[in-house]
């Protein structure tokens, strides 16, 4: 596709199968690349292949639970001047990725994190800080509820906001369990760690 498109293409869809010789032969040839799709998950070394440095026309990115978000989006606020679009659905949008979005895409005007996990306060964080978003979509995500007043309060300036389906989880054990698959799933910790909580009571 690369070749056919005689290194020109400005859209790229990569299936779960793709393999990281691919993605980096497209990250170094297609400079002129303004959208990127990756629909298999994204480990630590394929983070590195994904050089945003060489793609400053992007304007949409998705990715699914990627790890090392926030590096990537860090390359983003230096490289991209036209990026307006992110998309992480069923991703652990933990505290240090929240505060990066935050700060690096402030002017951000559609975020996708349908299905993910994003802490309450988190979200107003983004609510407040992100205030030129057009669309926000956070429907079906855990650790904060659809009716929440203040979410929806802060919210009220997006012209299409969406949070049906997303519901805290209220007991403590539940909830750190929760956070921790989570943890597991984005990199952060390893299944060989201690949890600070007894995974005794599942059985």
Sequence with gaps: MVNRSSRCATTLMLPHCCTEEEL???AKQLSCLEGFWLHGYLCHKNARLILIKNWK???VLRLRRAHYIKEIVQQICVHCNNFYQLMLPQSYVWDDVAY?????????KHLFL????IERR??????????????????????F???DGVILEVASHIPSFSCQGSTDIDNSEDREVHIGLCQCHAGLMHWNQEFPFDWNFMN
């Design 24 to 26: 980096e032969f497209a």
């Design 122 to 143: 988190n979200l107003v964080m983004i609510l407040q800080c992100c205030k030129e978003l057009v669309k926000l979509d956070v429907r079906d995500c855990f650790l």
């Design 145 to 147: 509820d659809e009716s």
């Design 57 to 59: 026309n992007l304007e």
């Design 114 to 117: 349908k299905g993910g996990t």
């Design 100 to 108: 990066t979005i935050d700060s690096c895409l402030p002017k951000i």
